[in-house]
């Protein structure tokens, strides 16, 4: 088949990596893959994706889909009047703007399969719009359904434009469509591929990482609160130091627009306390950091999909503690069986659960083995199987 992968920028973040992994998965399976990028200025990540890709761009903000102004029906009163003059105003707006990108070839040519990756709003449209010509649809839903239904209705519509889904995690998602049952909704559950063991690790840089933190907890992801909470982890340091007297540092890996706060945050912890955390910036061969590490830690309070980062720590024989945000923490490592699952925003509670996993060697070791076995569930052969049933179905149903 002739897949278009409709990604809203390919800045570094977990949705591009794991998009660069499934397009290899489609490559592998026989499939062209042509990936579209709606926001051309971010394509840090465009290296990481298969060389036997083609790559394309076209400008379609987020603004310019008419469901993101849903969320006014919520704001005040006025925004349920509000909200219908916006959605005519971009509706047409899109009328206008499909009809001139129709003389540009990315919009002519004819595809089998187009899958809008990000699940953001523009790629969303831009398939439901049928901005590209093709075949079949599909969209990937980072997360559970009900996550994208609490955030906005519009997201919910676009999806019923598409019909078919895929998921990470099904949690309520009977419940969502018992009260939908107008939905006819095709949703396959499908996890994330891991591949980061298969890249090069740049041994020397591994032991210079090594001699210069020392044993260190290692957290990777964007700066962004509240769907990312280094403050959590930061302070779970801290009390590691001074209450338990663990002897570990503490590295950041990743940029985002809260990145200075969470620097100031830790400054105003004290010298003490700020000399042994360290801010790594965005980093391409995170593989190397993961390999150094001694335990990952992560934390969210907004809520996760399936966060990648776990999956790459186990591919690293890397322990985990990892806050039980919904909804995709506890689907890797279920109840304390693979990682150590700590409560929300409670910086107490994760520090006990590090300084437990720093202090008893043998439950160390336990999860570095239990990690191996998990990670079988998202081999990269296990997922393009899985992969393949889907793209069946998919046209089976859509015949």
């Known amino acids: 088949m002739k897949i278009a992968m409709i990604f809203d920028g390919l800045q570094i973040g977990g949705i591009e990596r794991v998009g660069a992994d499934y397009a290899k998965l489609l490559r592998q399976l026989g499939h062209d893959v042509i990936i579209i990028n709606l926001v051309p200025k971010l394509n840090e990540m465009i290296k990481e994706y298969p060389k036997n890709c083609e790559y394309k761009t076209i400008k379609y903000p987020r603004w310019m889909a008419p469901e993101r102004y849903s969320k006014m029906i919520k704001m005040n009163f006025w ?41 953001h709003y523009n790629d969303l449209t831009f398939v439901a719009k049928n901005y590209v010509k ?18 906005s209705d519009g997201f919910f519509n676009l999806h019923q434009k598409i019909k078919n889904l895929i998921v990470l995690v099904d949690d309520a998602q009977e419940e969502i469509l018992s009260y939908n049952n107008f939905c006819k909704l095709n949703i396959h559950k499908l996890y994330n591929p891991i591949f980061l063991n298969e890249k090069t690790l740049d041994r020397q840089f591994v032991d210079e990482l090594k001699n210069r933190y020392g044993r260190f907890l290692l957290m990777v992801s964007r700066f962004q609160y509240p769907h990312k909470d280094q403050f959590t982890v930061a302070s779970a340091f801290k009390l590691c130091m001074e ?24 400054q105003g912890m004290g010298k003490k306390i700020a000399s042994h955390v360290f801010f790594e910036g965005s980093r391409l061969d995170v593989q190397n950091y993961y390999s150094a590490a001694y335990m990952l830690v992560h934390a969210s309070v907004a809520g996760e999909g399936l966060p990648t980062v ?4 186990m591919a690293f024989d890397l322990p985990m ?26 910086p107490e509670d994760m520090a006990e659960k590090i300084h437990c996993m720093y202090a008893d060697r043998k ?35 859509g015949e």
């Not at 093709?134 to 955030?151: F, R, S, V």
């Open 134 to 151: 093709a075949k079949y649809k599909m969209c990937w839903l980072h997360g559970a359904l009900y996550g994208y239904l609490l955030a």
């Open 243 to 266: 209450k338990y007297g663990d002897d570990l540092n503490l590295v950041f890996v990743g940029d985002g627009p809260d990145k200075s706060k969470v620097e100031e945050y830790v």
């Open 363 to 397: 439950m160390y070791e336990d999860y570095q083995v239990k990690g191996k076995r998990r990670l079988c569930d998202f081999k990269p052969e296990t997922i393009r199987r899985q992969l393949q049933l889907v793209l069946d179905d998919v046209c089976k149903k």
């Open 321 to 346: 503690v990892v806050t039980d945000s919904k909804v995709g923490p506890r689907e890797i490592i279920g109840n304390d069986e693979y990682g150590l699952l700590c409560r929300v925003q409670d």
């Open 79 to 119: 925004g349920r009047y509000l909200y219908p003059c916006a959605y005519t105003l971009f509706s047409l707006a899109n009328v206008v703007y499909k009809f001139i990108c129709r003389f540009r070839k990315i919009s002519r040519e004819k595809y089998d399969l187009a899958i809008a990756f990000s699940g």
């Open 310 to 313: 776990m999956l790459e720590a």
